[in-house]
T-cell receptor, first 116, second 115 residues
Framework: AQSVAQPEDQVNVAEGNPLTVKCTYS??????LFWYVQYPNRGLQFLLK??????LVKGSYGFEAEFNKSQTSFHLKKPSALVSDSALYFC??????????????FGKGTKLSVIP | GAVVSQHPSRVICKSGTSVKIECRSL??????MFWYRQFPKQSLMLMAT?????????EQGVEKDKFLINHASLTLSTLTVTSAHPEDSSFYIC???????????FGSGTRLTVV
């Protein structure tokens, strides 16, 4: 079974500082990894994904994430945080080779607060 | 880009009534759609996988007779909450699979309040 862990319920960062939101995963095969952002009472917006290729993935709004197979991690990063980045962030994994291969499994989410 | 429209965004209904939520893929065909439920300050819980032209696959613990899913076309899936009760109040989100390993596209969600 696939799983995702986001160890931090909340991350606080000052505006202009770099931010990191952590994610680790567990799958039996090679993972497809995703980051989504959710604003209050809204659906999820896609930020970026890793399928194959370069371990450093660049996505929307200046976000990037690095796939680290040995550490089974896919941490989300941004060099300079904006107040408008404050939202709920979800990491998700899909194992295309396993049973239920269409399913995305989500982490519990990390609330990011960027302080002016 | 791919857009999924979910309607209504907010609905209030009385206990015992049924509510239908629609999920449409506007610019692509989706053979597979997913329905999630999200409790306050919690992650998304997959309720069911909706497959066009066939029966939905429900996750363990999800009542098939309460949460009716219909995927009649490649662009539309519906979730009907039957005989709703206050405990069914939640945020429901759909998503559609664009295929080719893309991340799924999500609807904007429906806030259901049963009074």
């Amino acid at each position: 079974a696939q799983s995702v862990a986001q160890p931090e319920d909340q991350v606080n960062v000052a505006e202009g500082n770099p931010l990191t939101v952590k994610c680790t995963y567990s799958v039996s095969g090679n993972p497809y990894l995703f980051w989504y952002v959710q604003y209050p009472n809204r659906g999820l917006q896609f930020l970026l994904k890793y399928i194959t290729g370069d371990n450093l993935v660049k996505g929307s709004y200046g976000f990037e994430a690095e796939f680290n197979k040995s550490q089974t991690s896919f941490h989300l990063k941004k060099p300079s945080a904006l107040v408008s980045d404050s939202a709920l962030y979800f990491c998700a994994v899909r194992d295309p080779s396993g049973a239920g291969s269409y399913q995305l499994t989500f982490g519990k989410g990390t609330k990011l607060s960027v302080i002016p | 880009g791919a857009v999924v429209s979910q309607h209504p965004s907010r609905v209030i209904c009385k206990s015992g009534t049924s509510v239908k939520i629609e999920c449409r893929s506007l610019d692509f065909q989706a053979t597979t759609m997913f329905w999630y439920r999200q409790f306050p300050k919690q992650s998304l819980m997959l309720m069911a996988t909706s497959n066009e032209g066939s029966k939905a696959t429900y996750e363990q613990g999800v009542e098939k007779d309460k949460f009716l899913i219909n995927h009649a076309s490649l662009t539309l899936s519906t979730l009907t909450v039957t005989s709703a009760h206050p405990e069914d109040s939640s945020f429901y989100i759909c998503s559609a699979d664009r295929g080719q390993g893309y991340g799924y596209t999500f609807g904007s969600g429906t806030r259901l309040t049963v009074v």
